[in-house]
């Protein structure tokens, strides 16, 4: 069986089992391409040209289909567990928020 048919239905079984949302499966499948070894231009085809910034501005919504606000979400919970991990001694740096 190919890898990618295994992933299928690992992500269908997942879908039936936990009862996941279809803004879920976007949001697992976007995260599964930006994680692949695929080419950049494949990702920036498939997830939206910036598909490599944080936050909100490195989602295409029109091509990942997922809200803004959950992109947001998950920017802010990263920022806050970095905070927690270097006890507010770290400064993001400003690549990062592009």
Not at 68 to 93: A, C, G, H, K, S
Request: aromatic share 10%.
């Amino acid at each position: 069986m190919h890898k990618k048919h295994h992933k299928l239905i690992i992500i269908v079984v997942l879908f039936q089992l936990w009862k996941l949302s279809s803004c879920d499966l976007c949001e697992i499948a976007r995260n599964s391409v930006y994680q692949s070894g695929f080419s950049h231009a494949l990702k920036a085809h498939w997830i939206g040209k910036n598909y490599y910034k944080r936050g909100p501005s490195g989602n295409d919504i029109h091509r990942t289909n997922v809200p803004t606000i959950r992109i947001e979400f998950r920017d802010l919970i990263w920022r806050d567990e970095m905070q927690l991990v270097y006890l507010n001694n770290v400064i993001l740096p400003d690549e990062v928020d592009q």
